[in-house]
């Protein structure tokens, strides 16, 4: 019996595949391996070949190809036992279109076949028609799955865009008031994380004064060079968010209390730094106000209160100045 059956007609050695594939063979017959290798080179894919199902799956591991051109029965891992791992190992959308070859081949081992994770069956002797048929199939399945895995991209690189933009601040590029309730509560039900982290709350010192003699497009700069000037300063764990109006606030995770403070004040510094003309202030400048509270509490609302409260000592005391929380506030 012979393995391959002469074609009707001249392979076409010229032909160059729409979807170019990488297609591993594998059979314990190099005979076999070559016959199959010619035909599906001639159709203008690559090849790799194993002799053995461990062989393969490894080579699979190393390169993961578009479709396994595979013997049923082999030493060692079998061709179904070869579909199941590779089965296992797909990953990032990737599908692997697995052709199993026997000369044996009943209803019950087509469905075992299957049911193995091939998706589709050849028996020998074949005809070179009946496995370019098998690539071209293989083929159409492989750009579909390629065209499909790269919509999901988008669909993810989408979501992913569309949720941060939820969660941002349209005009500043800070975090948002819903992020930081976010990030508030998991630090609150996470204690041990919590108490390494330190909450600040900053107010634009005179803002509306500003806004009455500038205009509100320039309080809009002015909060955006603000945002800008604390991203500069911060650690890049640490995260500022907008508030609302003229007000933000600052997470530092993973510091102690004066060092979050210190933190704070350099902020502040790099504020008064921009040089940012205030006829409205009695500090000539722009300024900043804070409050530091550290964490957790047992809510979100209350380390806000104890670092607004902290705040306003701060612009009670004159402003232009980061005032700490007492830890019963």
């Excluded at 010192?205 to 500038?214: P, V």
């Excluded at 003309?277 to 400048?285: A, K, P």
Aim: hydrophobic letters at 45%; charged letters at 30%.
């Amino acid at each position: 019996m012979t393995f391959v059956e002469p074609p009707t007609k001249s392979p076409d050695s010229a032909r160059r595949p729409a979807e170019r594939l990488r297609v591993l063979v594998v059979d314990d017959d190099e005979s076999i391996r070559e016959i199959i290798q010619h035909v599906v080179v001639s159709l203008g894919h690559d090849v790799e070949c194993a002799s053995n199902g461990l062989d393969a799956l490894a080579a699979y591991e190393r390169h993961p190809a578009d479709v396994i051109l595979t013997d049923w029965f082999m030493p060692g891992l079998d061709g179904i036992g070869l579909a199941r791992r590779v089965r296992e190992r797909c990953v990032d959308g990737r599908y692997v279109y697995i052709v199993l070859i026997s000369a044996v081949v009943d209803r019950e081992n087509q469905i075992a076949a299957m049911l193995g994770g091939a998706d589709d069956v050849l028996t020998k002797p074949m005809r070179i028609e009946a496995l370019e048929a098998r690539v071209a199939v293989a083929q159409r399945v492989t750009a579909a799955h390629r065209k499909l895995a790269a919509a999901n991209r988008v669909l993810r690189t989408e979501s992913q865009q569309a949720m941060a933009a939820a969660l941002t601040d349209a005009l500043t590029g800070a975090r948002n008031r819903r992020q930081l309730d976010l990030d508030l509560s998991a630090l609150c039900a996470d204690p041990d994380h919590g108490k390494r982290s330190v909450l600040a709350m900053l107010d634009v010192d005179k803002f509306k004064a500003y806004n009455d003699l500038r205009g509100h497009v320039a309080g809009d700069r002015v909060l955006t060079d603000i945002v800008r000037a604390a991203q500069r300063t911060l650690r890049k764990h640490d995260e500022i968010y907008r508030y609302g109006g003229e007000e933000f606030a600052v997470i530092l995770r993973d510091v102690a209390l004066p060092e979050a403070q210190a933190a704070i004040e350099r902020l502040a510094r790099g504020v008064r730094r921009l040089g940012i003309e205030h006829e409205g202030s009695s500090h000539g400048i722009v300024t900043v106000s804070a409050g530091v509270a550290g964490g957790p509490s047992q809510t979100p609302e209350s380390w806000i209160a104890r670092a607004d409260a902290a705040l306003y000592a701060a612009k009670d005391g004159g402003r232009n100045r980061v005032m700490l929380a007492f830890r019963g506030s």
